[in-house]
Antibody, heavy 118, light 108 residues
């Protein structure tokens, strides 16, 4: 069974930083691209960032480019999202999801809530 | 960027009814289209990929159709467990990978 478990969410002030982690098990992590998708309260799903299996290819949504950094540790089957210069509009549940670039996002974590508020 | 538009935003239905949801892409995505089901407080669950292939464990009452810019998700006989939000996603032209805003299927 594939399990993705996010951690690191919480309340942060505007301009602050937070680092999300996603621990994976039950999938061929070293050969899987990984993705972060967020969902603001009452809104739809928004893709945030993706990283290829070897970290060679990394992509960001325009809304987070220059503020967020995705990375991964294949030895420990984890993917991370470093979020800096946080804004109110970054408030959302952040999901990590597996799925290669030409494939759907087939497995999802339970999500981590990030609230940006003073 | 490809814009995904779903209709209707909300669908009020009774158990046992046949339900058809629509998803339109602003340009062709071939068959690189997925449908997700999301219940309150839960993560999205992959239902359909490649426009018409059911994911593992998805009941046969769910079917997907279409290609290019027009897609449908049909639930042949709605079950109580099917009340949820359904979102489509294209994975043809990326980045970005884009989602529709979702259709909420609620109890009539």
């Amino acid at each position: 069974e594939v399990l993705l478990v996010e951690s690191g969410g919480g309340l942060v002030k505007p301009g602050g930083s937070l680092r999300l982690s996603c621990a994976a098990s039950g999938l061929a992590f070293r050969s899987s691209s990984m993705n972060w998708v967020r969902q603001a309260p009452g809104k739809g799903l928004e893709w945030v960032s993706s990283i290829s299996s070897s970290s060679s290819y990394i992509y960001y949504a325009d809304s987070v480019k220059g503020r967020f950094t995705i990375s991964r540790d294949n030895a420990n089957q984890s993917v991370f999202l470093q979020m800096n210069s946080l804004r109110g509009e970054d408030t959302a549940v952040y999901y990590c999801a597996s799925g290669d670039y030409d494939d759907p996002f087939d497995h999802w974590g339970q999500g981590a809530l990030v609230t940006v508020s003073s | 960027d490809i814009v995904m538009t779903q209709s209707p935003a909300t669908l009020s239905v009774s158990p046992g009814e046949r339900v058809t949801l629509s998803c339109r892409a602003s340009q062709s995505v071939s068959s690189n289209l997925a449908w997700y089901q999301q219940k309150p407080g839960q993560a999205p669950r992959l239902l359909i990929y490649d426009a018409s292939t059911r994911a593992t464990g998805v009941p046969a009452r769910f079917s997907g159709g279409g290609s290019g810019t027009e897609f449908t998700l049909t639930i042949s006989s709605l079950q109580p467990d099917d009340f949820a939000v359904y979102s489509c996603q294209q994975y043809k032209n990326w980045p970005p990978w884009t989602f529709g805003h979702g259709t909420k299927v609620e109890l009539k």
